[in-house]
């Protein structure tokens, strides 16, 4: 069956118009990615020719203690992370959005962290954290006020320097959770907190009731899209503790380069981010979702 | 002290130095493994771990990242750490920048007051691990004469005392004539004539073998630092980790040979 002319020239033009799109498409996330799954079969090493060897490095990263460990870590540190945006962009929001006077100054100023650079933030944390009275912020305050007589080594422990990344990254981002869910509040009709009221529900029934709910999508949104940008960062760990002490640090990010640019075992650095995919295919279908949901 | 054991030269390059100090090398001469499971290293990882008892280290030295130890020892947080020319170069640079004279001062007798020496010998002799700067000419090269010529102009003694001044003492030459050429500006001072004579006791990755892919893997790989971190870390016993190091090296040797 032939189409009609007209219909024929519109698919053309349309191609045309779509080409560059098509072109950016396969060259920047397509080609890439294949590329990214082939390597992963290969036994490539910098500077000599790729060999096929089908799943071996998978089968070498799965019983890799180190690796083990890795997974651990990338899950400690995202949901410690994500716990504490919600939790704390939730506050932003509900002392903003109770505020009238100097709201957008209030807003402008908790939005510095996202704005900052986040190497100057990782090293800001590592020295507010350091263990030397004079030089690390928290032991000078704790000694100054009499709270302790030794300063605590913050970054010394496995859960320190774990607890000291997590704070990094979730002070970086907490802004970004804050002015959603301000935004969010804010589309919250007036009307569902007068008719709470008039029914005899208190703050924390309007809260749980009106504004819980109403928050629902803009808070899966910012909680997806966070859980992406966090189980794959590589800046706070890398220069904050470069995976240390030890490997208590050590997530998906700095293991991969680790094993990718210093050991330059492409194929096996390759492999250990491609086990982040699956996750990442469901988070990034899931904000799809919500997001077409929403647009409905 | 300060001593890290983390994932820079300041960690793989000292623990070398001290393993072949110890006679703990991994490889053979032939480049082959031999084995880490030696008394020697046992007696390496001791000393190593037992630095982190007892307060003898500053407690998070293990996350130090590259400057960690520079900036410690200059902020008078430690008395001892492994990396003299960097050091030394950033307390010359403090003095020249001083502020006022008071200042000048304060920085010019830090800067008398510290003393560059190399490591400690070991049962095995005194052997500090260092890169070997090298060059090559491709094979396809398509006018290997003009790159051996560029070579030649790089190795030479005006071209070898430049890259000593601009490295302010992190390279030290090897070559005769570089040596030669470069013998005033090691004599500023006693600690500029230990980073001359330092080359002296320079041992590569992978001694008393060649450098080969495999050895430079082991340390690229951070398993020599990440096995003493087991034990200050997650309390392993030396053994244990000792195990640890053999599996992972034996398993690198196995994918790339010697």
Known sequence: MRLPRALRRDTGAAFVFLLPLLVLVIGLIAYPFARAIWLSLTDKLVGYPERFVGLRNYAYVLDDDTFHEVVKNTLVFTVGSLVLKVLTGLAMALVLNGVWRGRNFFRGLFLLPWITSTVVIALTWRWMFDAFPGRGFFNSVLIDTGLISHPIAFMATPAGAMGAVIVANWWRAFPFFGVSYLAGMQAIPRELYDAASVDGAGAWHRFRHVTLPGLRHVMIVTIVLSFILTINDFNIVYVMTRGGPGTATQVFATYSYEVAFNQLRWGRGVTISIFLVPALIVAIALVSRYLLKERE | ?258
């Open chain 2, 1 to 258: 002290m300060g001593q890290s054991w983390n994932r820079t030269a300041d960690g793989y390059g000292v623990m070398q130095g001290l393993m072949y100090s110890y006679g703990a090398a991994w490889a053979g001469k032939d480049g082959k493994y031999r084995s880490i499971k030696t008394p020697a290293m046992q007696k390496v990882m001791r000393w190593a771990t037992d630095i982190y008892k007892e307060g003898i280290q500053p407690a998070d030295t293990l996350t130090w990242t590259g400057s960690g130890n520079n900036e410690n020892f200059i902020a008078h947080n430690i008395a001892q750490t492994s990396n003299g020319p960097s050091i030394t170069f950033a307390m010359e640079n403090a003095v020249a920048k001083a502020t006022d004279a008071a200042d000048r001062k304060k920085k010019e007798e830090a800067l008398a007051n510290h003393v560059a020496l190399p490591h400690p010998a070991g049962p095995e002799g005194r052997r500090m691990w260092a890169i070997a700067m090298s060059f090559g000419v491709f094979k396809n090269s398509k006018d290997p004469e003009a790159a051996m010529s560029l070579v030649a102009h790089l190795l030479s003694p005006e071209e070898t005392l430049g890259v000593m001044k601009d490295s302010y003492g992190q390279f030290a030459p090897v070559l005769d004539k570089g040596r030669a050429a470069s013998k005033d500006y090691f004599n500023k001072n006693d600690n500029y004539r230990t980073f001359g004579k330092a080359a002296e006791w320079f041992v590569p990755t992978g001694w008393p073998g060649p450098i080969t892919a495999a050895a430079a893997e082991v340390q690229a790989s951070n398993v020599l630092t990440d096995a003493p971190a087991k034990v200050i870390v997650d309390k392993w016993s030396v053994d244990q980790a000792i195990e640890w190091e053999d599996k992972k090296i034996k398993e690198i040797y196995s994918t790339l040979g010697a």
